[in-house]
Protein backbone atom coordinates (compact mmCIF):
# COMPACT_ATOMS: atom_id res chain seq x y z
CA UNK A 1 0.00 0.00 0.00
CA UNK A 2 3.07 2.16 1.08
CA UNK A 3 5.41 2.19 -2.17
CA UNK A 4 4.97 0.63 -5.66
CA UNK A 5 3.73 2.84 -8.67
CA UNK A 6 0.03 2.91 -7.35
CA UNK A 7 1.62 3.52 -3.60
CA UNK A 8 0.49 6.22 -1.10
CA UNK A 9 4.15 7.70 -1.10
CA UNK A 10 4.00 7.54 -5.20
CA UNK A 11 0.96 9.16 -5.25
CA UNK A 12 1.58 12.05 -2.71
CA UNK A 13 4.67 12.94 -4.76
CA UNK A 14 2.34 13.53 -7.87
CA UNK A 15 -0.46 15.16 -5.53
CA UNK A 16 2.08 17.78 -5.68
CA UNK A 17 1.88 18.53 -9.13
CA UNK A 18 -1.90 18.78 -9.30
CA UNK A 19 -3.97 21.63 -9.25
CA UNK A 20 -5.01 23.06 -5.64
CA UNK A 21 -8.51 21.42 -5.64
CA UNK A 22 -7.05 18.23 -6.86
CA UNK A 23 -4.21 18.16 -4.61
CA UNK A 24 -6.37 18.38 -1.35
CA UNK A 25 -8.82 15.91 -2.65
CA UNK A 26 -5.77 14.19 -3.25
CA UNK A 27 -5.10 14.32 0.26
CA UNK A 28 -8.06 13.33 1.61
CA UNK A 29 -8.12 10.46 -0.36
CA UNK A 30 -4.61 9.40 0.91
CA UNK A 31 -5.67 10.02 4.33
CA UNK A 32 -9.33 7.73 3.70
CA UNK A 33 -6.67 5.03 2.58
CA UNK A 34 -4.43 5.44 5.25
CA UNK A 35 -7.42 5.20 7.82
CA UNK A 36 -8.76 1.95 6.15
CA UNK A 37 -5.26 0.59 6.20
CA UNK A 38 -5.59 1.20 9.88
CA UNK A 39 -9.11 -0.72 10.47
CA UNK A 40 -7.96 -3.74 8.04
CA UNK A 41 -10.69 -2.35 5.20
CA UNK A 42 -13.08 -0.93 7.55
CA UNK A 43 -13.31 2.85 7.71
CA UNK A 44 -14.77 4.45 10.75
CA UNK A 45 -15.03 7.94 11.93
CA UNK A 46 -12.47 8.71 15.02
CA UNK A 47 -9.85 6.82 12.22
CA UNK A 48 -10.62 9.16 9.60
CA UNK A 49 -10.46 12.28 11.88
CA UNK A 50 -7.03 11.28 13.12
CA UNK A 51 -5.64 10.88 9.90
CA UNK A 52 -7.35 14.04 8.49
CA UNK A 53 -5.70 15.63 11.29
CA UNK A 54 -2.35 14.05 10.55
CA UNK A 55 -3.18 15.73 6.80
CA UNK A 56 -4.65 18.89 7.08
CA UNK A 57 -4.21 19.85 11.15
CA UNK A 58 -6.68 20.19 13.68
CA UNK A 59 -10.71 19.45 13.03
CA UNK A 60 -12.16 22.85 13.12
CA UNK A 61 -9.23 25.01 11.73
CA UNK A 62 -7.30 22.72 9.02
CA UNK A 63 -10.35 20.65 7.98
CA UNK A 64 -14.00 20.14 8.96
CA UNK A 65 -15.90 17.01 8.84
CA UNK A 66 -19.95 16.79 9.39
CA UNK A 67 -21.67 14.40 12.58
CA UNK A 68 -20.63 10.94 12.68
CA UNK A 69 -24.34 9.75 12.30
CA UNK A 70 -24.63 11.76 8.72
CA UNK A 71 -24.12 9.62 5.64
CA UNK A 72 -22.02 10.56 3.67
CA UNK A 73 -19.42 12.53 5.53
CA UNK A 74 -18.68 15.61 4.01
CA UNK A 75 -15.15 16.42 4.29
CA UNK A 76 -14.58 20.48 3.75
CA UNK A 77 -10.91 21.92 3.47
CA UNK A 78 -11.01 25.57 2.46
CA UNK A 79 -13.54 25.71 0.15
CA UNK A 80 -12.88 22.60 -1.17
CA UNK A 81 -15.91 19.76 0.14
CA UNK A 82 -15.11 15.83 -0.41
CA UNK A 83 -17.87 13.20 0.14
CA UNK A 84 -17.23 9.86 1.67
CA UNK A 85 -19.76 7.17 2.31
CA UNK A 86 -20.19 6.47 6.41
CA UNK A 87 -19.53 2.74 5.38
CA UNK A 88 -21.35 1.34 9.02
CA UNK A 89 -24.66 2.80 8.27
CA UNK A 90 -24.78 1.05 4.26
CA UNK A 91 -26.46 -1.22 3.18
CA UNK A 92 -25.39 -5.58 2.43
CA UNK A 93 -25.57 -6.36 -0.59
CA UNK A 94 -28.57 -8.75 -1.71
CA UNK A 95 -30.09 -10.11 -4.69
CA UNK A 96 -32.84 -7.49 -4.47
CA UNK A 97 -30.52 -4.46 -4.09
CA UNK A 98 -31.13 -1.81 -6.96
CA UNK A 99 -28.25 -0.77 -9.39
CA UNK A 100 -25.98 2.22 -8.28
CA UNK A 101 -26.72 1.68 -4.76
CA UNK A 102 -23.96 2.69 -2.70
CA UNK A 103 -23.47 -0.85 -0.35
CA UNK A 104 -20.71 -2.09 2.03
CA UNK A 105 -17.36 -2.28 0.76
CA UNK A 106 -15.84 -5.97 0.46
CA UNK A 107 -13.19 -6.08 2.61
CA UNK A 108 -10.54 -6.99 0.21
CA UNK A 109 -10.90 -3.97 -1.67
CA UNK A 110 -8.59 -1.73 1.32
CA UNK A 111 -7.19 0.58 -1.67
CA UNK A 112 -10.50 1.34 -3.77
CA UNK A 113 -10.46 4.91 -4.09
CA UNK A 114 -14.06 5.37 -4.58
CA UNK A 115 -17.34 3.15 -3.76
CA UNK A 116 -19.04 -0.10 -4.00
CA UNK A 117 -22.28 -0.24 -5.66
CA UNK A 118 -24.66 -2.84 -6.35
CA UNK A 119 -25.14 -4.08 -10.38
CA UNK A 120 -28.58 -5.13 -9.56
CA UNK A 121 -27.60 -8.69 -9.45
CA UNK A 122 -26.18 -9.63 -6.01
CA UNK A 123 -22.63 -8.45 -6.69
CA UNK A 124 -20.88 -5.38 -5.52
CA UNK A 125 -18.82 -3.43 -8.16
CA UNK A 126 -16.29 -0.35 -7.89
CA UNK A 127 -17.71 2.99 -8.44
CA UNK A 128 -13.84 5.07 -8.85
CA UNK A 129 -13.56 8.39 -7.33
CA UNK A 130 -14.88 11.37 -9.07
CA UNK A 131 -16.98 9.01 -11.34
CA UNK A 132 -20.91 8.93 -11.18
CA UNK A 133 -23.58 6.01 -11.50
CA UNK A 134 -25.50 7.05 -14.54
CA UNK A 135 -28.13 4.01 -15.03
CA UNK A 136 -28.27 0.32 -16.44
CA UNK A 137 -27.55 -2.92 -14.42
CA UNK A 138 -25.95 -6.21 -14.89
CA UNK A 139 -28.78 -7.33 -17.33
CA UNK A 140 -29.08 -4.33 -19.06
CA UNK A 141 -24.88 -2.80 -18.77
CA UNK A 142 -24.27 -0.57 -15.96
CA UNK A 143 -23.04 2.73 -17.43
CA UNK A 144 -20.50 5.85 -15.02
CA UNK A 145 -19.45 8.61 -16.08
CA UNK A 146 -17.05 11.23 -15.55
CA UNK A 147 -19.89 14.05 -15.28
CA UNK A 148 -22.58 14.22 -12.58
CA UNK A 149 -25.96 14.17 -13.20
CA UNK A 150 -24.86 13.14 -17.01
CA UNK A 151 -28.13 10.28 -18.11
CA UNK A 152 -28.18 7.58 -20.45
CA UNK A 153 -29.42 9.35 -23.22
CA UNK A 154 -26.67 12.25 -23.22
CA UNK A 155 -25.16 13.55 -26.72
CA UNK A 156 -23.27 15.56 -28.10
CA UNK A 157 -20.11 17.23 -26.07
CA UNK A 158 -21.64 18.73 -23.13
CA UNK A 159 -21.68 15.10 -21.75
CA UNK A 160 -19.50 13.25 -19.71
CA UNK A 161 -17.21 10.44 -20.73
CA UNK A 162 -19.21 7.09 -20.11
CA UNK A 163 -18.11 3.60 -19.34
CA UNK A 164 -19.98 0.27 -18.99
CA UNK A 165 -18.92 -2.32 -16.54
CA UNK A 166 -17.73 -5.80 -17.92
CA UNK A 167 -17.91 -8.67 -15.32
CA UNK A 168 -15.21 -11.35 -14.73
CA UNK A 169 -15.64 -13.64 -12.59
CA UNK A 170 -12.22 -15.62 -12.70
CA UNK A 171 -9.23 -15.79 -14.72
CA UNK A 172 -11.29 -17.78 -17.44
CA UNK A 173 -13.14 -14.93 -18.00
CA UNK A 174 -9.83 -12.82 -19.29
CA UNK A 175 -8.69 -15.34 -22.19
CA UNK A 176 -8.13 -14.54 -25.56
CA UNK A 177 -11.19 -16.27 -27.38
CA UNK A 178 -12.24 -17.94 -30.45
CA UNK A 179 -16.05 -17.32 -31.18
CA UNK A 180 -18.45 -19.38 -33.45
CA UNK A 181 -19.63 -17.47 -36.48
CA UNK A 182 -22.93 -18.98 -36.35
CA UNK A 183 -23.91 -18.76 -32.68
CA UNK A 184 -21.17 -16.43 -31.14
CA UNK A 185 -20.21 -19.40 -28.67
CA UNK A 186 -16.92 -19.63 -27.54
CA UNK A 187 -14.97 -22.25 -28.75
CA UNK A 188 -11.01 -23.77 -29.33
CA UNK A 189 -8.82 -22.79 -32.51
CA UNK A 190 -7.50 -19.35 -31.31
CA UNK A 191 -3.41 -20.47 -32.30
CA UNK A 192 -1.71 -19.29 -28.63
CA UNK A 193 1.37 -19.71 -30.30
CA UNK A 194 0.62 -16.63 -32.75
CA UNK A 195 -1.66 -14.72 -31.04
CA UNK A 196 0.02 -13.02 -27.78
CA UNK A 197 -0.86 -11.06 -25.37
CA UNK A 198 0.86 -9.10 -23.46
CA UNK A 199 4.03 -9.31 -26.18
CA UNK A 200 6.98 -9.75 -24.15
CA UNK A 201 9.34 -7.78 -26.45
CA UNK A 202 6.11 -5.06 -26.98
CA UNK A 203 6.71 -1.40 -25.87
CA UNK A 204 8.39 0.45 -22.43
CA UNK A 205 6.49 3.70 -21.58
CA UNK A 206 9.60 5.78 -21.55
CA UNK A 207 9.87 5.52 -17.62
CA UNK A 208 10.88 1.44 -17.01
CA UNK A 209 7.33 0.03 -17.36
CA UNK A 210 7.31 -2.55 -20.00
CA UNK A 211 4.38 -3.84 -21.94
CA UNK A 212 4.26 -7.35 -19.77
CA UNK A 213 4.62 -5.41 -16.49
CA UNK A 214 1.29 -3.17 -17.32
CA UNK A 215 -0.83 -6.28 -18.43
CA UNK A 216 0.05 -7.87 -15.46
CA UNK A 217 -0.88 -5.31 -13.53
CA UNK A 218 -4.89 -4.93 -15.51
CA UNK A 219 -4.88 -8.33 -15.17
CA UNK A 220 -4.55 -8.10 -11.38
CA UNK A 221 -6.55 -5.78 -10.95
CA UNK A 222 -9.15 -6.81 -12.60
CA UNK A 223 -9.46 -10.26 -10.58
CA UNK A 224 -9.41 -7.99 -7.52
CA UNK A 225 -11.79 -6.05 -8.10
CA UNK A 226 -13.62 -8.66 -10.64
CA UNK A 227 -14.22 -7.15 -13.66
CA UNK A 228 -12.99 -3.63 -15.78
CA UNK A 229 -14.74 -0.58 -17.63
CA UNK A 230 -15.28 -0.37 -21.24
CA UNK A 231 -15.56 2.81 -23.38
CA UNK A 232 -19.44 2.64 -23.92
CA UNK A 233 -18.65 4.46 -27.41
CA UNK A 234 -15.12 4.26 -29.73
CA UNK A 235 -13.05 6.97 -28.73
CA UNK A 236 -14.07 10.44 -30.46
CA UNK A 237 -13.14 13.78 -30.37
CA UNK A 238 -15.23 16.66 -29.01
CA UNK A 239 -16.58 17.83 -31.98
CA UNK A 240 -19.36 16.93 -33.94
CA UNK A 241 -17.31 17.56 -37.33
CA UNK A 242 -16.01 13.93 -38.95
CA UNK A 243 -12.32 14.46 -39.44
CA UNK A 244 -10.99 14.41 -43.13
CA UNK A 245 -7.85 13.35 -42.03
CA UNK A 246 -5.10 13.38 -38.99
CA UNK A 247 -4.57 15.97 -36.86
CA UNK A 248 -2.57 16.72 -33.71
CA UNK A 249 -5.93 16.51 -31.23
CA UNK A 250 -4.95 15.01 -28.52
CA UNK A 251 -8.09 15.01 -26.14
CA UNK A 252 -9.64 11.81 -26.46
CA UNK A 253 -13.86 11.37 -25.34
CA UNK A 254 -15.84 8.66 -24.58
CA UNK A 255 -19.28 10.28 -25.46
CA UNK A 256 -22.14 10.08 -27.89
CA UNK A 257 -23.04 11.68 -30.91
CA UNK A 258 -18.81 13.03 -31.50
CA UNK A 259 -17.06 12.79 -34.04
CA UNK A 260 -14.58 9.23 -33.91
CA UNK A 261 -11.18 9.47 -33.36
CA UNK A 262 -9.99 7.64 -36.77
CA UNK A 263 -7.24 8.91 -38.63
CA UNK A 264 -4.75 7.08 -36.43
CA UNK A 265 -2.27 4.47 -36.04
CA UNK A 266 -1.97 2.21 -33.22
CA UNK A 267 2.04 3.83 -32.41
CA UNK A 268 4.93 4.21 -34.10
CA UNK A 269 6.19 0.27 -33.70
CA UNK A 270 5.33 -2.53 -31.59
CA UNK A 271 8.06 -1.43 -28.55
CA UNK A 272 7.24 2.54 -29.28
CA UNK A 273 4.21 4.08 -28.06
CA UNK A 274 5.35 7.48 -27.30
CA UNK A 275 4.91 9.47 -30.50
CA UNK A 276 5.15 8.38 -34.04
CA UNK A 277 8.35 9.30 -35.02
CA UNK A 278 10.89 6.06 -34.39
CA UNK A 279 14.41 7.20 -36.08
CA UNK A 280 13.10 5.40 -39.49
CA UNK A 281 12.23 2.49 -37.85
CA UNK A 282 9.03 2.52 -41.03
CA UNK A 283 9.93 5.13 -43.63
CA UNK A 284 6.37 5.92 -43.88
CA UNK A 285 6.60 7.94 -40.19
CA UNK A 286 7.64 11.05 -41.75
CA UNK A 287 3.68 10.69 -44.21
CA UNK A 288 2.18 9.99 -40.34
CA UNK A 289 3.37 13.30 -38.98
CA UNK A 290 3.58 15.64 -42.13
CA UNK A 291 -0.53 14.91 -42.04
CA UNK A 292 -0.54 16.07 -38.45
CA UNK A 293 -0.76 12.68 -36.49
CA UNK A 294 2.42 12.43 -33.76
CA UNK A 295 0.43 9.88 -31.38
CA UNK A 296 -0.92 6.73 -31.93
CA UNK A 297 -4.05 4.79 -29.77
CA UNK A 298 -1.89 3.60 -27.16
CA UNK A 299 -0.28 6.47 -26.27
CA UNK A 300 -3.98 8.29 -26.63
CA UNK A 301 -5.60 6.04 -24.23
CA UNK A 302 -2.69 5.66 -21.68
CA UNK A 303 -2.90 9.14 -21.21
CA UNK A 304 -6.71 9.76 -21.02
CA UNK A 305 -6.63 9.35 -17.43
CA UNK A 306 -2.97 9.53 -17.01
CA UNK A 307 -3.41 11.57 -13.51
CA UNK A 308 -6.30 9.79 -12.07
CA UNK A 309 -5.95 8.34 -8.83
CA UNK A 310 -8.58 5.90 -8.83
CA UNK A 311 -7.98 4.41 -12.33
CA UNK A 312 -5.71 3.68 -15.06
CA UNK A 313 -6.92 3.94 -18.94
CA UNK A 314 -5.41 1.88 -21.56
CA UNK A 315 -6.02 0.37 -24.83
CA UNK A 316 -8.53 -2.23 -25.17
CA UNK A 317 -6.63 -5.57 -24.54
CA UNK A 318 -7.55 -8.34 -26.73
CA UNK A 319 -8.76 -10.55 -23.55
CA UNK A 320 -10.87 -7.61 -23.00
CA UNK A 321 -12.60 -7.47 -26.27
CA UNK A 322 -13.00 -11.13 -25.83
CA UNK A 323 -14.38 -10.77 -22.60
CA UNK A 324 -16.89 -8.02 -23.58
CA UNK A 325 -17.85 -10.57 -26.18
CA UNK A 326 -18.62 -13.37 -23.82
CA UNK A 327 -20.82 -11.26 -21.51
CA UNK A 328 -22.93 -9.11 -24.34
CA UNK A 329 -23.61 -12.98 -25.45
CA UNK A 330 -24.52 -11.34 -29.46
CA UNK A 331 -20.91 -10.81 -30.63
CA UNK A 332 -21.71 -12.38 -34.08
CA UNK A 333 -24.08 -9.70 -34.56
CA UNK A 334 -23.49 -7.12 -37.52
CA UNK A 335 -24.91 -4.18 -38.86
CA UNK A 336 -25.97 -2.66 -42.20
CA UNK A 337 -22.77 -1.54 -43.99
CA UNK A 338 -22.70 2.61 -44.53
CA UNK A 339 -20.36 4.95 -46.98
CA UNK A 340 -18.85 7.09 -43.75
CA UNK A 341 -18.10 6.46 -40.54
CA UNK A 342 -21.18 8.01 -38.30
CA UNK A 343 -21.06 9.89 -35.10
CA UNK A 344 -20.63 8.03 -32.19
CA UNK A 345 -23.37 6.23 -30.81
CA UNK A 346 -25.58 7.40 -33.87
CA UNK A 347 -26.90 3.45 -34.99
CA UNK A 348 -29.41 2.86 -32.98
CA UNK A 349 -29.10 -0.84 -34.16
CA UNK A 350 -25.57 -1.39 -33.55
CA UNK A 351 -25.73 -2.05 -29.75
CA UNK A 352 -25.17 -4.40 -27.15
CA UNK A 353 -25.28 -4.31 -23.02
CA UNK A 354 -25.47 -0.37 -23.70
CA UNK A 355 -22.05 -0.50 -25.68
CA UNK A 356 -22.16 1.24 -29.41
CA UNK A 357 -20.32 0.97 -32.50
CA UNK A 358 -18.88 -2.47 -32.12
CA UNK A 359 -20.00 -3.97 -35.22
CA UNK A 360 -20.12 -0.86 -37.51
CA UNK A 361 -18.36 2.11 -37.16
CA UNK A 362 -14.68 1.74 -37.20
CA UNK A 363 -12.46 -0.97 -36.97
CA UNK A 364 -10.62 -0.84 -33.70
CA UNK A 365 -7.07 -1.36 -32.80
CA UNK A 366 -6.10 -3.57 -29.57
CA UNK A 367 -3.19 -4.53 -27.90
CA UNK A 368 -3.25 -8.13 -28.85
CA UNK A 369 -0.21 -8.93 -31.14
CA UNK A 370 0.36 -11.58 -33.66
CA UNK A 371 3.20 -12.99 -35.06
CA UNK A 372 4.95 -10.96 -38.13
CA UNK A 373 4.77 -7.91 -36.02
CA UNK A 374 1.33 -7.58 -36.03
CA UNK A 375 -1.45 -5.83 -33.69
CA UNK A 376 -4.89 -7.31 -34.02
CA UNK A 377 -8.01 -5.24 -35.08
CA UNK A 378 -11.22 -6.06 -33.52
CA UNK A 379 -15.10 -5.41 -34.49
CA UNK A 380 -16.41 -4.12 -37.76
CA UNK A 381 -16.81 -1.20 -39.69
CA UNK A 382 -18.79 1.36 -41.30
CA UNK A 383 -18.25 -0.21 -45.20
CA UNK A 384 -17.20 -4.21 -43.49
CA UNK A 385 -20.68 -6.04 -42.36
CA UNK A 386 -18.10 -7.83 -39.59
CA UNK A 387 -18.69 -9.98 -36.55
CA UNK A 388 -17.87 -7.96 -33.37
CA UNK A 389 -15.52 -11.16 -32.17
CA UNK A 390 -13.71 -10.11 -35.70
CA UNK A 391 -10.01 -10.24 -35.56
CA UNK A 392 -7.36 -9.50 -37.97
CA UNK A 393 -3.98 -8.28 -38.85
CA UNK A 394 -2.36 -4.51 -38.96
CA UNK A 395 1.53 -3.51 -39.10
CA UNK A 396 1.49 -0.81 -36.13
CA UNK A 397 2.27 2.28 -38.01
CA UNK A 398 1.54 1.28 -41.09
CA UNK A 399 0.83 4.11 -43.79
CA UNK A 400 0.22 3.10 -46.85
CA UNK A 401 -0.93 5.68 -49.86
CA UNK A 402 -4.64 5.79 -49.13
CA UNK A 403 -3.89 5.62 -45.16
CA UNK A 404 -5.85 2.07 -45.60
CA UNK A 405 -5.10 1.34 -41.74
CA UNK A 406 -5.04 4.06 -39.65
CA UNK A 407 -6.79 6.20 -42.02
CA UNK A 408 -11.02 6.52 -41.39
CA UNK A 409 -12.53 3.42 -41.13
CA UNK A 410 -10.00 2.52 -38.16
CA UNK A 411 -10.33 3.96 -34.76
CA UNK A 412 -9.91 2.65 -31.05
CA UNK A 413 -11.46 1.48 -27.32
CA UNK A 414 -10.65 2.78 -24.07
CA UNK A 415 -10.95 0.62 -21.21
CA UNK A 416 -10.50 1.40 -17.50
CA UNK A 417 -9.06 -0.65 -14.57
CA UNK A 418 -9.74 0.14 -11.13
CA UNK A 419 -5.97 0.84 -9.36
Not at 59 to 86: A, L
Not at 182 to 206: F, M, R, V
Amino acid sequence: MLSGNNGILQRATEAKTYSNEVQIKERIRLAELSARANGEGLLTYSALNTELTKEFGAKGTGYNISDETENPWVITVEDVTYEISNEENLPEITADTPAGTVVKTPSSWTSLLGKAISDGNGTAIPLPADFYYVGGDYNSGLVISDKENDNMNASNISMGNQFVWIPVSSEDDLVRTKFDTNTGNPKTGLSTSNYIEPYTNGYSDGNGTEETEEFNTMKQQVLKYGGFYIGRYEAGINSTTLRNGPSTDQNVVCKKGVAPFNWVPWGASNSDVSSLVDSGYFDYDAEWVSLGQSYGAVYLSKNMYLNASSVTSTLCYGSQWDAMCRYIGDSQRKTTTKSNPQLTGSVSTDVSKNIYDLAGNCFELSMEYRSNECRQIRGGACNSSLSIFNRFDGSPSECSDDLAYGGSGYAFRVTLYIN
